[in-house]
């Protein structure tokens, strides 16, 4: 019987070839390190006569891959809600105290591009394909210019 580590070499490039087929483009670590625990679980559970281990450990390591793409997801989606519904309070006006008043000073100061993301982002709730179809961009763009323009925020208002 080989040991893990052996396994663990000779399906590597499986793992690589399952980041490139679900278009994994970041955190490839963190998906690297669920084929691995995937490999290593499909690899205590196999049993030899039920057929063969390749097949099984592909799906084990797709099946945990996609399993930590959904839970990104969800997470994602839970924290941009919730940014968008502060953001959207804190822009509709209301200055209960003084962070909502620095907040909508510091989206004056945007340039008109950043302002427009803003409006689309957290006041329509439009989608990150739809902002990238506004904007011409592909959706990792805008990611990241979501990414600069809050980073650009906090650091305007001090956090």
Known sequence: MLEFEDVLMQYEPMISHSLRKLNIYRDHEQYRQAGRVALWQ???RFDDEKGDFTPFAYR???????DELKRESRFE?????TTNEVLVFFIGGAEVD?????????????DPTEKKF????????????ECADRFGISVPGVKK?????????RGMMGG
């Open 118 to 129: 803003v409006q689309w982002t957290f006041l329509e709730g439009c989608s990150l394909a």
């Open 98 to 110: 003084e962070g909502f008043g620095r907040l909508h000073d510091a989206i004056e100061q945007l």
């Open 60 to 66: 084990s390591i797709r099946g945990a891959m996609l």
């Open 145 to 153: 210019r979501r990414e600069r323009l809050l980073k650009k925020l």
């Open 77 to 81: 989606e839970n924290v941009m809600s």
């Open 42 to 44: 499909a690899w205590t």
